[in-house]
Protein backbone atom coordinates (compact mmCIF):
# COMPACT_ATOMS: atom_id res chain seq x y z
CA UNK A 1 0.00 0.00 0.00
CA UNK A 2 1.08 3.37 -1.04
CA UNK A 3 2.00 5.74 1.81
CA UNK A 4 -0.40 8.19 0.53
CA UNK A 5 -3.08 5.15 0.61
CA UNK A 6 -1.98 4.50 4.27
CA UNK A 7 -2.04 8.04 5.42
CA UNK A 8 -5.65 8.77 2.92
CA UNK A 9 -6.92 5.36 5.00
CA UNK A 10 -6.16 6.56 8.44
CA UNK A 11 -7.55 10.10 8.04
CA UNK A 12 -10.35 10.04 5.93
CA UNK A 13 -12.77 9.46 9.26
CA UNK A 14 -11.84 12.67 10.53
CA UNK A 15 -12.45 15.07 7.42
CA UNK A 16 -12.05 14.54 3.43
CA UNK A 17 -8.71 14.18 2.67
CA UNK A 18 -6.59 14.87 -0.48
CA UNK A 19 -2.94 14.44 -1.67
CA UNK A 20 -0.82 18.17 -2.10
CA UNK A 21 -4.13 20.43 -3.27
CA UNK A 22 -7.99 19.42 -1.83
CA UNK A 23 -10.18 20.85 -4.77
CA UNK A 24 -13.98 19.97 -3.01
CA UNK A 25 -16.24 22.20 -1.04
CA UNK A 26 -15.77 21.12 2.27
CA UNK A 27 -15.30 23.21 5.26
CA UNK A 28 -12.95 20.98 6.99
CA UNK A 29 -10.34 18.78 5.05
CA UNK A 30 -6.98 17.50 5.38
CA UNK A 31 -4.14 17.57 2.36
CA UNK A 32 -1.30 15.50 2.63
CA UNK A 33 2.49 15.66 1.48
CA UNK A 34 5.99 14.12 2.27
CA UNK A 35 9.71 14.08 1.04
CA UNK A 36 12.05 10.86 1.35
CA UNK A 37 15.18 10.67 2.58
CA UNK A 38 17.62 7.39 1.81
CA UNK A 39 19.01 5.72 4.87
CA UNK A 40 20.09 2.60 5.84
CA UNK A 41 23.00 1.98 3.04
CA UNK A 42 24.43 -1.05 2.09
CA UNK A 43 26.28 -1.65 -1.39
CA UNK A 44 26.11 2.39 -2.13
CA UNK A 45 22.12 1.90 -1.71
CA UNK A 46 19.50 2.80 0.61
CA UNK A 47 17.69 -0.10 2.21
CA UNK A 48 14.91 1.88 3.81
CA UNK A 49 13.77 5.13 3.19
CA UNK A 50 12.65 7.49 5.52
CA UNK A 51 9.48 9.68 4.71
CA UNK A 52 8.60 13.15 6.28
CA UNK A 53 5.23 13.82 6.35
CA UNK A 54 3.16 16.52 6.73
CA UNK A 55 -0.61 16.57 6.90
CA UNK A 56 -2.53 19.92 6.83
CA UNK A 57 -5.65 20.06 8.69
CA UNK A 58 -7.85 23.09 7.72
CA UNK A 59 -11.09 23.89 9.23
CA UNK A 60 -13.38 27.57 9.62
CA UNK A 61 -12.92 30.11 12.32
CA UNK A 62 -14.82 29.01 15.48
CA UNK A 63 -14.82 25.79 15.12
CA UNK A 64 -13.84 23.40 18.16
CA UNK A 65 -11.03 21.49 16.20
CA UNK A 66 -9.52 20.05 20.13
CA UNK A 67 -11.46 16.16 19.13
CA UNK A 68 -9.98 16.39 16.28
CA UNK A 69 -6.28 17.61 16.40
CA UNK A 70 -6.10 14.47 19.28
CA UNK A 71 -7.76 12.13 16.63
CA UNK A 72 -5.19 13.37 13.68
CA UNK A 73 -2.58 12.13 15.66
CA UNK A 74 -3.96 9.17 17.06
CA UNK A 75 -4.16 8.00 13.41
CA UNK A 76 -0.86 9.00 12.14
CA UNK A 77 0.06 7.05 15.13
CA UNK A 78 -1.84 3.95 14.08
CA UNK A 79 -0.57 4.00 10.83
CA UNK A 80 3.10 3.73 11.83
CA UNK A 81 4.10 7.11 11.90
CA UNK A 82 5.97 8.65 15.50
CA UNK A 83 4.18 10.81 16.98
CA UNK A 84 3.28 13.85 15.59
CA UNK A 85 4.51 17.33 16.12
CA UNK A 86 2.13 20.14 15.52
CA UNK A 87 2.42 23.97 14.31
CA UNK A 88 -1.02 26.40 14.20
CA UNK A 89 -0.09 28.51 11.11
CA UNK A 90 -4.02 28.94 11.36
CA UNK A 91 -5.32 33.11 10.56
CA UNK A 92 -8.00 35.91 9.90
CA UNK A 93 -9.34 33.05 6.90
CA UNK A 94 -9.27 30.23 9.13
CA UNK A 95 -7.77 27.32 11.11
CA UNK A 96 -4.95 25.91 9.38
CA UNK A 97 -3.21 23.12 11.90
CA UNK A 98 0.28 21.24 10.40
CA UNK A 99 0.95 17.75 11.70
CA UNK A 100 4.96 16.87 10.97
CA UNK A 101 6.17 12.90 11.84
CA UNK A 102 8.34 10.19 9.96
CA UNK A 103 7.37 6.72 8.88
CA UNK A 104 10.37 4.52 7.60
CA UNK A 105 9.84 1.79 4.62
CA UNK A 106 11.21 -0.31 2.16
CA UNK A 107 13.62 1.75 -0.03
CA UNK A 108 11.46 2.07 -3.70
CA UNK A 109 8.16 1.37 -2.13
CA UNK A 110 5.56 4.51 -1.93
Not at 18 to 31: F, K, L, Q, V
Not at 54 to 83: C, M, Q
Amino acid sequence: MSVNAILKSALESIAPVEADTYEGDRERYITIAYNTIPVNFGDDEPEHEKFLIAVHYFAPIGYNSTKDRAEVKKALVSAGTTWPSLTNISDKFGQHLVFECELVREAGVE
